[in-house]
């Protein structure tokens, strides 16, 4: 009999730095970690439940061996990586270029120990924009820092002034689980909202989706077995699956969604099973 209850999808905690912007009253003297909410509706959207997973910083309450994100990865039923800060270029190997391409380390070393955990339980792993490029360092790719100055050329893959109402066109490789999921579309528009981007990709891994104008990697699985590991450079939470035009990113949801429910459904024990009927 099928699970009645709805999936538990972890997702990874955006982090704030007190005085990141400026002097702020309240709250904001605090480290916060976050969930956007439209992050949170796009898993909603797919009748899952989406829970945040906090991170554990060197000025936090508890001790790190205080958290084992192995029992989250026990407890949910798959991961989703949020956008956010740049990935440290320590991350691969590289010095910042420019002191505002720093990245985020903390929240790399987070995600990175999160990401392994679920990859050990054998529980699906999704990556979105930053999530994107931390799942491809950490498997051993690399990144451009900054597309605009290192790959002289190439489309302007990040307009501030128009953020998520900044679109290009996404080609699918064919034979991919991506043109799978998309049988007889070849290109879309999808956002895009980030200046750095894949330089080498990691081992394992294939391209799923580039940009036509310039060859920019948009969207990568991972094909040397194991658990279900993917990820795209847009942000699927921002567009509109009514909208003409835009990427309809509800097959790519499902097919997350639908992975997340066979692995349950495989690790469910007799008395678990036998309670749901």
Not at 97 to 126: C, N, S
Not at 134 to 157: A, F
Request: include cysteine.
């Amino acid at each position: 009999m099928n699970d009645p209850r709805p999936l538990l999808v972890g997702v990874s905690a955006r982090i704030y730095y007190p005085g990141s912007h400026g002097p702020l009253p309240g709250v904001f003297t605090k480290t916060l970690h976050y969930l956007e909410q439209s992050v949170a509706h796009w898993v909603l959207s797919g009748h899952a439940m989406a829970v945040m997973i906090p991170a554990v910083t060197k000025d936090s309450l508890v001790m790190r061996s205080d958290l084992d994100l192995d029992d989250y990865a026990a407890a949910l039923d798959g991961l989703l990586l949020q956008g956010g800060n740049d990935v440290a270029p320590e991350c691969y190997g590289e010095t910042a270029l420019h002191p505002d391409w720093a990245g985020d380390a903390v929240r790399d070393r987070y995600e990175i120990e999160l990401v392994q955990a679920f990859i050990r339980a054998g529980k699906p792993v999704f990556g979105i924009c930053r999530g994107f490029q931390l799942i491809n360092v950490m498997h051993g790719g690399s990144l451009w820092q900054d597309i605009t100055s290192q790959r002289p050329g190439s489309l302007d893959h990040r307009a501030l002034e128009r953020y998520e109402k900044h679109f290009h066109e996404v080609e699918i490789v064919p034979g991919t689980r991506l043109a799978q999921l998309y049988p007889g579309v070849a290109r879309a528009r999808a956002n895009s909202i980030h200046h750095q981007g894949i330089k080498q990709l990691a081992p394992g891994f294939e391209v799923e989706a580039r940009c036509p104008d310039d060859g920019m990697v948009e969207a990568i699985r991972r094909t040397a077995g194991g658990s279900y590991v993917a990820a795209v450079q847009w942000h699927p939470e921002f567009h509109h699956p009514l909208q003409p035009g835009q990427f309809d990113d509800s097959a790519m949801l499902r097919d997350f969604l639908d992975a997340c429910r066979a692995v349950r459904a495989a690790n469910a024990t007799p008395s678990t099973a036998q309670s749901l009927r």
